[in-house]
């Protein structure tokens, strides 16, 4: 068997790759291990609840999310935020701190000191640095906005994106545009307030969904490429050869592809190329991505103190909780819950306490439940109560990250064809991973039109 295009591995990234390559006349096939396409962007429903596996939500800041909902016609089915979420909560000395939507929510809510509201302002006059390393995200936050900005703001919200330490976590992979500012304007401040008199956007978030969950997207990928997804298909081996690529497919036979696209978890694609590409796959074998679980409790809305007004709450490090973090998942969205019924999810584990998510599910509803208890007032028995665990969870862009994406961007300069896309390249989130592998089908387009063309003049030169 023949193709253009081998897409291996059917979550997000790939299958949205392997459609822009389809919409682009290119013939391709995606190579699937498991038995349903879509990897973690897995929705469920539960006897009225709906349970997101993994992620909840699209940025509509990111452009291709909105692009792709009216692609794929899901804009009939697309949910924004519900009227209920008002504020943001932290954990603020074992009870929730409420802060207000909006870019001052933090200056006027009273959970952060007088004096680390004054050393945010500092950032204005504060010299930039310029040696040029590589900071931690927590360096940098504390340099430039404060110690205690740094570890009860932007801890907790690494911890809620990533999974991960702000301490060990690389600031120029994760927030490259606050780098940038910095190194422009000398201040981070100084350079937002620049770009808001340019008409440039700033990082934020809208975020929206669809009334089935996440799951909406992969689930019509799937179904717009057809049997052009091979499921239960796990690849044993790339080689090059003539004109591209075999691929083994042990008792699934062979496969031959003009070009190879790597859409798997980081640490398979370090397997897979290892090979062909032992720099990209050393790259690809130093990212971590420690384990999670998901915890999902439905409880009568009578039965919890706390309104869950909100996006859900985050926990810093030194609040010294087994929860990373929760999302009101019924007052996010419409349909995440029957009527009188609420939904929250928790989220336990990452960099912090990987230990945590290799727990047994009982001993993890246990842990939230008492958690819930403490700070949303959740008494009784939950009307439902389901652990997804994550054995590998969301990849930590750790120091030097740039470095390996550098060495992982360029693998179709060493090997002709080879490209790779993922979580792993410029953030978790579904519609930056959606931007990265429109990105990676581009490329892969430009080579095979090239191929084309070059053999179209050999066959004209015979």
Request: charged residues 20%.
């Amino acid at each position: 068997m023949t193709t253009d295009v081998a897409v291996i591995g059917g979550g997000v990234s790939g299958l949205a790759t392997a459609y822009d390559l389809h919409c682009r006349g290119h013939k391709v096939t995606v190579l699937e291990r498991q038995a349903h396409a879509g990897g973690s962007a897995f929705s469920e429903r539960l006897d009225g609840f709906l349970m997101e596996h993994g992620p909840s939500t699209m940025n509509a800041h990111v452009p291709v999310a909105g692009q792709i909902s009216s692609e794929l016609d899901l804009d009939s089915l697309r949910c924004e935020l519900g009227a209920g979420v008002r504020n943001r909560y932290l954990v603020s000395r074992g009870k929730l701190a409420a802060i207000p939507m909006g870019p001052l929510g933090l200056l006027t809510a009273g959970y952060l000191s007088p004096v680390a509201k004054l050393r945010i302002l500092a950032d204005l006059l504060l010299p930039q640095r310029s040696d040029g390393e590589d900071e931690t995200v927590m360096d940098f936050c504390s340099r430039r906005f404060g110690k205690e900005f740094a570890e009860r703001v932007i801890d907790p919200m690494i911890a809620g994106i990533y999974g991960g330490r702000a301490s060990e976590l690389s600031v120029a992979a994760i927030f490259p545009k606050l780098v940038a500012l910095e190194e422009k304007y000398g201040s981070v401040s100084l350079g937002a307030m620049h770009r808001r008199r340019e008409g440039g956007k700033m990082p934020g978030s809208r975020l929206f969904s669809w009334r089935d969950g996440i799951a909406t997207l992969p689930r019509t990928l799937a179904y717009r490429l057809g049997d052009k997804i091979r499921r239960g298909v796990a690849v044993r081996r790339i080689s090059p050869c003539h004109n591209g690529f075999n691929i083994d497919l042990g008792n699934r036979g062979r496969l031959h592809a003009k070009s190879v696209v790597v859409a798997t978890q980081a640490h398979v694609a370090a397997r897979l190329i290892g090979e062909i590409d032992p720099r990209a796959a050393a790259a690809a074998g130093r990212i971590h991505a420690p384990p999670l679980a998901v915890v999902f409790l439905g409880f009568p809305r009578r039965n919890v103190a706390h309104p869950l007004d909100g996006l859900g709450f985050l926990t810093s490090e030194a609040e010294h909780r087994n929860v990373l973090g929760a999302q009101f998942s019924s007052t996010m969205f419409p349909g995440r819950a029957p009527d009188g019924q609420v939904a929250v999810s928790a989220y336990i584990g990452g960099a912090r306490a990987p230990h945590l998510a290799r727990l047994a599910a009982p001993e993890l509803i246990r842990l939230v439940r008492s958690e819930f208890k403490d700070l949303l007032g959740a008494e009784g028995e939950p009307t439902i109560a389901r652990v997804r665990h994550w054995p590998v969870g969301l990849p930590q862009y750790e120091p030097g990250h740039r470095e390996i994406i550098g060495d992982l961007g360029t693998a179709g300069d060493r090997v002709e064809g080879l490209f790779l896309t993922g979580n792993y390249f410029a953030g978790p989130s579904v519609a930056v991973c959606l931007n990265t592998a429109r990105k990676t089908a581009l490329a892969a387009h430009g080579y095979l039109e090239r191929a084309r063309g070059l053999q179209t003049r050999q066959a004209a030169s015979r």
